[in-house]
């Protein structure tokens, strides 16, 4: 990063460390003039979303999340018409996304294998022993450095409700639950979180399941082997693989006309009496990849300097990753946060997860910075200069 920061002739980066490292690569980046591209959540937590937003404003450099979905055509048609009215009036959106994960198991720390920088992938993160299960993907379910399944997959089905709603900001309450079933093993994070989301009318609500499962909104499907089957009267020649659900979201309107989508198949808008009302299908072939639209998308607003063009820019997108945030804050304190209460309170440690406790001070000799009094939330929309220690929250 320091050297692609410092040569005159980049223009752009594309940022896809893990999101720990997020908000320091970002900012460093707009702060040497550079573009950004950064894979989703936006944000490690909320502190860096606002501290982002607020950095790419006042160097006026673009910088866009990866949320492929933004960019894709069939999508960008379905938002429309339905944000044109066309199943009436949304009230509710919800996200599904029940994918497996099998369990990490356990590991003893061990010595740092050759040719990894241990110090440098921890970066902001607390220092700690090298222990496999942290590096290599599943630092995504350990909270020094991930934001568990919520933060990984479900930042998208939550950016897709949140499109379908106008892109709300922050919502009046939010409340977790789920937990960590079934697996014996180091992971932190849990593999079946819900949460839901009281905007000021519209509600949203994400659920995202790691372990088997039942579909739910979208029919159950298989992922991997077909599961052949044997002669008559033995077992199938190869097992069955786990049902799930595709990612997915659907809406509710006041005139009970449902909209259903799945990232994978056909968008699909019907009546209450089932009459087929539009239907979209994803485009198939050369030129319709999601990330490669997105990306021409970014670069397309690189050189036109105007910041509307972004599809999913941070000042918008770390609105999704902060719902996820949001979420693990009311898991792990396990109490509903209310936003939209006039008082600031500091109650059973929602404050505290806002931000870091500590950063590290220095990785080899870099010092990072993430100012400590930023604007945070206020439930309204708007954002209030208090200190990142506190959030305008009330836990009851």
């Avoid at 440098?120 to 599943?138: D, T």
């Avoid at 997959?153 to 892109?167: K, M």
């Avoid at 014996?184 to 009318?201: K, M, S």
Wanted: net charge positive; aromatic share 8%.
């Amino acid at each position: 990063m320091r050297e692609l920061f410092a040569d005159p002739g980049i223009d752009a980066v594309s940022i896809a460390a893990p999101n720990h490292w997020h908000a320091l690569a970002t900012i460093w980046a707009c702060q040497a003039g550079k573009d950004v591209y950064s894979e989703k959540p936006a944000c490690y937590n909320i502190h860096e979303g606002l501290r982002m937003a607020q950095v790419a404003n006042e160097t006026k450099r673009m910088v866009q999340i990866g949320s492929q979905h933004r960019s894709m055509p069939f999508k960008i048609r379905a938002m429309q018409a339905m944000q044109g009215g066309l199943i009436g009036k949304i009230y509710m959106a919800k996200g599904l996304c029940f994918k497996r994960r099998a369990s990490i198991g356990h590991k003893q720390d061990s010595a740092v294998p050759p040719g990894v920088n241990w110090d440098l992938f921890l970066g902001p993160a607390p220092q700690r022993p090298f222990n496999e299960l942290r590096f290599k993907y599943n630092w995504h379910w350990f909270w020094d450095t991930g934001n568990g399944d919520i933060g990984n997959q479900g930042v998208h089905e939550i950016g897709l409700c949140r499109w379908a709603l106008g892109d709300p900001e922050w919502p009046q309450s939010a409340f977790a639950s789920g937990g960590k079933y079934a697996y014996d093993d180091d992971q932190e994070t849990p593999n079946t979180p819900a949460r839901q989301l009281r905007l000021r009318r519209p509600r949203d609500r994400v659920r995202v399941r790691g372990i088997l499962t039942g579909g739910e909104g979208t029919p159950v499907r298989r992922m991997g082997g077909r599961g052949g089957r044997g002669p008559a009267g033995a077992p199938p020649a190869t097992p069955p693989a786990p049902p799930s659900t595709s990612p997915s979201a659907i809406c509710f309107t006041e005139a009970r006309v449902g909209r259903r989508w799945t990232t994978r198949g056909s968008r699909r808008i019907r009546a209450e009496s089932g009459e087929l009302v539009m239907e979209e299908h994803p485009e198939r072939g050369p030129g319709s990849d999601g990330t490669s639209l997105h990306m021409e998308n970014f670069l397309a607003a690189c050189r036109s300097r105007n910041v509307k063009d972004l599809r999913d820019p941070i000042s918008n997108a770390h609105f999704s990753a902060g719902l996820c945030h949001l979420a693990n804050i009311g898991y792990r304190t396990g109490h509903k946060l209310n936003l939209g209460r006039p008082a600031i309170h500091r109650r059973r440690g929602s404050d505290k997860q806002i931000t870091r406790q500590a950063y590290r001070k220095t990785i080899r000799g870099v010092r990072p910075r993430l100012s400590r009094r930023q604007p945070l939330p206020d439930g309204r929309g708007s954002e209030s200069a208090i200190g990142a220690a506190t959030v305008r929250a009330v836990v009851s």
